[in-house]
């Protein structure tokens, strides 16, 4: 069973940056492609980005690409997302999840290929 806590979402202007993180426990973190959804007020969850095993292959959402950085660090079981250059339209709960993979290449882009899920982290940019 592994066990995901985000944390780094708080209130921000438009065009700032933050840094969310992930931190997994009770499982083998390497063994999972990580993966960043964002759930908006009114509004379904949405995938965001996700990272594969290995970290060497990165995918995004075409609205995020370019501003969000996804990364890992296996030695420190924990997942991070760059934010950057925040919109009004970034407002959402941020959720980090695991997806169990045989790939170390694997990308994983559907939420229910997910196994774990963390509580989210709200994210509110303000204009």
């Known amino acids: 069973q592994v066990q995901l806590v985000e944390s780094g979402g708080r209130l921000v202007q438009a065009g700032d940056s933050l840094r969310l993180s992930c931190a997994a426990s009770g499982g083998s973190f390497s063994n999972y492609v990580m993966g960043w959804f964002r759930q908006p007020p009114g509004k379904e969850r949405e995938f965001v980005a996700a990272?594969?095993?290995?970290?060497?292959?990165?995918y995004y959402a075409n609205s995020v690409k370019g501003r969000f950085t996804i990364s890992r660090d296996n030695a420190k079981n924990t997942a991070f997302l760059q934010v950057n250059s925040l919109k009004l339209e970034d407002t959402a709960v941020y959720y980090c999840?695991?997806?169990?993979?045989?790939?170390?290449?694997?990308?994983?882009?559907?939420?229910?290929?997910?196994?774990?899920w963390g509580q989210g982290t709200q994210v509110t940019v303000s204009s």
């Open positions: 999840a695991a997806a169990a993979a045989v790939s170390a290449s694997m990308i994983v882009t559907i939420p229910s290929r997910y196994n774990y």
């Open positions: 990272i594969s095993r290995s970290g060497t292959g990165t």
